[in-house]
């Protein structure tokens, strides 16, 4: 199986002095998600976590909402023409009577490490209708500093990225501020459908009590992946997509850009976020 680092050769500069030394790089390697035995989507990810990606990408997508509807998730073997197993196919087989959608070009997507979903044939055929509306009940109430607190517990917990530098993160806190978990993957995207992924095979969704942290920015997809988990609360460290705004807006979302310190700015749902307690302080 590909491993989540590899060692490079690299020319070391510094200060004018030349060095010759070994680099550590995040692993990228293609992952193609079959289902029922027919190829779905192809994305370029960080190795591991692979079954959590795979059922993660199906809950994006609008496929499943529900750990029970998976009957197995398998690395296909004699994946290549001299019959090796690479472990960068794998199959979801869906249980008895979920019904499988029909594969079409519009669905059979090719996922880049950069820009998601960047393949789908319209912006209407990314609106997935999610069986798991934001609709957390009583409302979350979360303190701005609470908030505040959560990138510095994002960093500390991202272990492969201290060696490499080169990982996006995602993570899940409880309304208290606890890491319920955290995955890195070298597209953000990946790292989210990670998430989601093990927590449907947990029997966890809807994640209606949670947070959701991205270390980078939020785009529209990111936004849509939060949409179809049921996630009330998204945070990122960077800016938001006016795209991602809307569909925040539309859904009842609470969206949280440029989370830096006691810095932030509420693009949507602020009814969750308890400002008057920031003005107080303010």
């Known amino acids: 199986m590909g491993r989540v680092t590899e060692r490079r050769r690299t020319i070391r500069i510094r200060d004018g002095a030349v060095s010759t030394r070994p680099d550590t790089l995040v692993a990228e390697e293609p ?6 035995g027919r190829p779905l989507a192809i994305t370029m990810r960080t190795p591991g976590d692979d079954f959590a990606l795979a059922a993660g990408f199906l809950v994006s997508e609008g496929v499943i909402g529900d750990g029970s509807e998976v009957q197995s998730i398998v690395y296909c073997s004699g994946a290549t023409a001299d019959g090796v197993n690479t472990y960068n196919v794998v199959d979801v087989k869906l249980a008895p009577g979920v019904p499988v959608p029909d594969i079409t070009l519009e669905r059979n997507v090719y996922t880049t490490s950069s820009c998601g979903l960047c393949g789908k044939a319209s912006l209407d055929a990314v609106r997935t ?10 409302p979350l109430r979360v303190e701005p500093g609470l908030l505040a607190a959560l990138p510095d517990r994002l960093r500390a917990a991202q272990r492969v990225f201290d060696r490499t530098g080169g990982l996006h993160a ?7 501020g606890e890491l319920l978990d955290v995955r ?3 597209g953000r995207h990946n790292a989210v459908d990670k998430l989601v992924g093990r927590a449907l095979t947990d029997h966890r969704l809807p994640l209606s009590r949670a947070i959701l942290l991205v270390s980078g920015r939020a785009s529209f997809e990111l936004a849509q992946k939060a949409v179809m988990a049921g996630v009330p ?3 990122a460290v960077s800016a938001p997509s006016s795209l991602a705004v809307d569909l925040a807006a539309e859904t009842g979302l609470t969206l949280v850009g440029f989370l830096r310190g006691p810095s932030m700015n509420v693009y949507a749902g602020e009814h969750r976020i308890a400002l008057e307690t920031a003005v107080d302080r303010g």
């Open 31 to 36: 992952l193609e998600i079959r289902l029922d």
């Open 129 to 138: 209708t999610t069986r798991h509306p934001v609709a957390d009940t009583p």
């Open 170 to 176: 995602a993570a899940l806190f409880s309304e208290t």
């Open 184 to 186: 890195e993957d070298v």
């Open 233 to 235: 609360v998204l945070a």
